[in-house]
């Protein structure tokens, strides 16, 4: 093929790629037409062959020519692409009709969820008398949860508190008592802390939950005796359901205290006339406490010829299902907002 004839089919086939391009009336279309004269298989791309036949001078030029066909039929392309788009773009908007009088989405914020904000209530109150946060492990080890806290291997306590073990060998700690022994061995006496945490336990009915939440509370001293730990709580008391809020300790028994308590608070539902929430009996238990078994001290390197002190573990849902006057622990934990928004 001469030159010439080339160089004029090139104007050809530029002049009948630009047709097509004008032609392909959607993206399929469009993108066909591209291959059949842009693919590397592509007629511009076919014209290369004939670079043998041509006289060496010309070749040069031959090059040139079909990269300029090559430039300007994908700047075409690239412009029909664009506005079958923009056109595409146009026709879906026509179909939306924005209408300006409908009201606005607005997003729902979140908020703290009334467990949070009932262990953050309680926490200040300790806080504002001078205790500290301690925190330790959820999945503990026998012996912080029950071993150091004078609960022999084979002693029936443990039962009342069977758990979940880990395949570690640790346990899914049952009540926040352990941070007492962790804290004892990490920090000299004086110790005042309050350890809030999540503690598991096999409990499930209205009022026990398999998950909840304790606050802990330690004071070692020197001459701590029953009355500092009374005075305490009942302040925490009054603080929490009112000035007239009365509190009774009932004998208990935990291994890890001695004497042990319980501490019930004036029901006040009832002003104590007794009613369901409090068992027809005027008062309900929210914590058990206690003066300090010297054996748990001893657990912790503190000498109890010493120092002495006491402990209480508290539970929030309890405190909570009190101060809302919920009747049944479970819908703390169902997440549903119908529940929830009343706190807000
Ligand atoms: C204890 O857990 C002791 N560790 C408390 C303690 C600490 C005593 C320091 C002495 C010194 P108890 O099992 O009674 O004790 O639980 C304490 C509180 O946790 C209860 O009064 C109750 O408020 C709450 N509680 C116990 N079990 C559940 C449960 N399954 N669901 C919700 N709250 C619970």
Redesign the pocket.
Known sequence: MSSELVWSKLQELLAEGLRSVGDATDENALVAVQKKYLGKKGSVQAYMQHMRELAPEDRPKLGALVNEVRDKLEAHFAAAEQALRDAKLKADLKLRRVDLSLPGRSRSRGSEHVLQATQREMENIFLQMGFEIARGPQSEWDFFNFEALNFPPDHPARDMQDTLMLENGSLLRT?T?PVQIRTMISYEPPIRIIAPGTVY?R?DDVT??PV?H?I?GLHIEKGLNLTHLRGILELFAKSLFGEKTKIRLRPSF?P??EP?VEVDIACIFCGQKGCRLCKQTGWI??????MIDPNVLKSGHIDPEVWSGW?????V??VAMLLHGISD?RLFFESDLRFLKQFN
């Open positions: 009540h008592s336990r409990d026990h939950s909840f304790q802990e935990f890890f205290t042990s238990e929210i914590l058990g406490a206690g402990a209480f573990g508290v539970g849902e309890r622990i």
